[in-house]
């Protein structure tokens, strides 16, 4: 049962142009959601994160928005350049649960030159 | 502030051998992960530490994983047997309660395990 999923495996996105990376949740008890990048042979680094009682949140050239009548959510890099290029998780938490992180598959993002 | 650190960052062995994997978290960090990451898919939670006690482990194969957290601070990852399905990239992650909503746990940098 994914609790946190991730349906589009890659994205191929020009530079400087915007990448949108979606992300839908089934467990409405999720109170956090965050979004970690994560290059070839390294761990996955923090890049954003999102309580459920805001729909958005920006840092630079990354917004992410919430929807949680959808139980979605979307990051967006604008511009996006080519060092974004990496795998993209979602996960979310509860708070009720020990703080543990559940998490999407990953979305392999190419910014094309 | 130093990162979290492990080691080996790759291994090779054959079925059934054993392996143990090593982790240093950040220091003061109370919660330690151990994820499994097979290729394709996210990261999948192991063993939760805090200090020394074990907060998770509900997806932690008993009967040839092991791991502890010695003195709430360092801690090892063992397999034994390996099987072949065991090939993943093993991430150790550290984090406090404050931190975690804010950013999330730090990562390390994994160690890549192949079973051949």
């Known amino acids: 049962d994914q609790q946190v999923k991730q349906n589009s495996p890659s994205l191929s996105v020009q530079e400087g142009r915007i990448s949108i990376l979606n992300c839908d949740y089934t467990n409405s008890m999720f109170d956090y959601f965050l979004w970690y990048k994560k290059y070839p042979a390294e761990g996955p680094t923090f890049l954003i994160s999102i309580s459920s009682i805001k729909d958005k949140n920006e840092d630079g050239r990354f917004t992410v928005f919430l929807n949680k009548s959808a139980k979605h959510l979307s990051l967006h890099i604008v511009p996006s350049q080519p060092g974004d290029s990496a795998v993209y998780f979602c996960?979310?938490?509860?708070?009720?649960?020990?703080?543990?992180?559940?998490w999407g598959a990953g979305t392999k993002l190419i910014i094309k030159p | 502030e130093a990162g979290v650190a492990q080691s080996p960052r790759y291994k090779i062995i054959e079925k059934r051998q054993s392996v143990a994997f090593w982790c240093n978290p950040i220091s003061g960090h109370a919660t330690l992960y151990w994820y499994q990451q097979i290729l394709g898919q996210g990261p999948k939670l192991l063993i939760q530490?805090?200090?020394?006690?074990?907060?998770?482990d509900s997806q932690l194969p008993k009967d040839r994983f092991s791991a502890e957290r010695l003195k709430g601070v360092d801690s090892t990852l063992k397999i034994q047997p390996a099987k072949l399905e065991d090939s993943a990239v093993y991430l150790c992650a550290s984090s406090n309660k404050l931190r975690i909503l804010a950013g999330g746990p730090y990562f390390g940098p994994g160690t890549r395990l192949t079973v051949l």
């Open positions: 996960a979310a938490i509860s708070t009720d649960s020990n703080y543990q992180l559940i």
């Open positions: 530490f805090q200090n020394n006690g074990v907060v998770d």
